[in-house]
């Protein structure tokens, strides 16, 4: 399949709260739905939106051969062919519908979203428009209709099992599939890897959603699986070695060479280097959620959050119409032992470097609406 020629900047569509129209409604209701659903997305759609700036050179992909037709299959098949309702059609229903314990669910993710985009129009500039890399990170399940944008250290190597299990890519129990395979390049195409036309059908039509977590114990948690472990060695050689020799005075020879003894105070001045950003992008597993998922500038409906993994991806799976998947959370007490990391690698950072640090991760806390954390000294 030879490439295909895209603008350099895309046209992404914002939804509003109803996606467009489903399938299995009768004719009449479609029409009033889809003019109910486009009036309210062109509201939403900022300006210069779906216009390519003139003087802009295209730029050249090459889409996954399989996922047009990927695509194309499903609409004979499944819930584009109206055999069930979409997951974004039944989440409208349980916002519209009666009081249930779902509904109720439903409720708290409706807060969450409402909370993230006030918190965009609060604190969020005019933005340029999205770019197909941009969306590098917003993986594809077209027979389920969902889109999941992956934040590394917020379960997304569970989240890629899941959704392996739900395409037939992988055993149908998303324990039995291992974390390489999990990550492996290919195995679950990503929204870039689409022409325009094809991302914006995705965005009009199917659940997004996307995980976050406290910033500073994500970070944390990053610094101890990437850079404090034997088992990050590859990391270690790539961003260890780079940490040592730019701000350790004197290193040793052995920690030139592989990078193993990062501290946790030098991960963050390498964070908080200027150097750092202006050489290359952060790398993801540190890089801002909202950096790498777009969160004002693409309709999530869906916000979990680590927090409240299970009953979050027990929401979703519902939604996706797999109850019967069981999502492999981290075991109940997890979360405050992974708090009480933290805790301990922060208590020995200065309230100088604590400020500068929130204000460079300022942005996921204001719009997934965290505060910080106790054991932060900002004042």
Known sequence: MGARAIPSTLPCCIRGPISAPTLHQAPQRQTRHKR??????????????????????????????????????????????????SPLQMLYDLDQGPRSALAALAAEHRQRRDLLRRACSRHTRRQRL???????????????????CYVPKVACTNWKRVLLALSGRGPADPRAIPAHEAHAPGRLPSLADFGPA????????????????????????????????????????????????????????????RGHDVRFAEFLAYLLDPRTRRDEPFNEHWERAHA????????????????????????????????????????????????????????????????????????????FNYSAPAYVRLR
Request: glycine content about 4%; overall charge positive; hydrophobic content about 40%.
């Open 292 to 367: 790498l998922c777009h969160p004002c500038r693409l309709r999530y409906d869906v916000v979990g959050k680590f927090e409240t993994l299970a009953d979050d991806a027990a929401f979703v799976l519902r939604l996706a119409g797999a109850p019967h998947l069981r999502f492999p959370a981290p075991p109940p007490r997890a979360p405050a032992a992974a708090r009480d990391r933290a805790e301990r690698l922060f208590r020995d950072v200065s309230p100088f470097y604590q400020r500068r640090l929130f204000d460079l991760y300022r942005m996921d806390f204001l719009l």
């Open 36 to 85: 109910e659903t486009e009036s309210q997305r062109d509201s939403n759609v900022p300006k210069g939106v779906g216009q390519v700036p003139q003087g802009l050179q295209p730029v050249h992909l090459m889409p996954l051969s399989l996922c047009p037709i990927a695509f194309e299959n499903s609409l004979s098949s499944g819930w584009l062919s109206g055999k069930r309702r």
């Open 130 to 148: 999205l770019r197909p890399e941009d969306l590098r990170h917003v993986l594809v399940d077209d027979a389920h209709g969902l889109l999941y």
């Open 198 to 257: 094809e991302i914006n059908r995705r965005l009009r039509a199917y659940l997004a959603f996307l995980f976050v977590r406290e910033p500073f114990e994500r970070l944390a948690s990053a610094y101890r699986n990437k850079l404090a472990r034997p088992h990050g060695a590859a990391f270690q050689r790539r961003f260890g070695t780079r940490i040592v020799r730019r701000l350790r005075p004197r290193p040793r020879p052995d920690a030139l060479a």
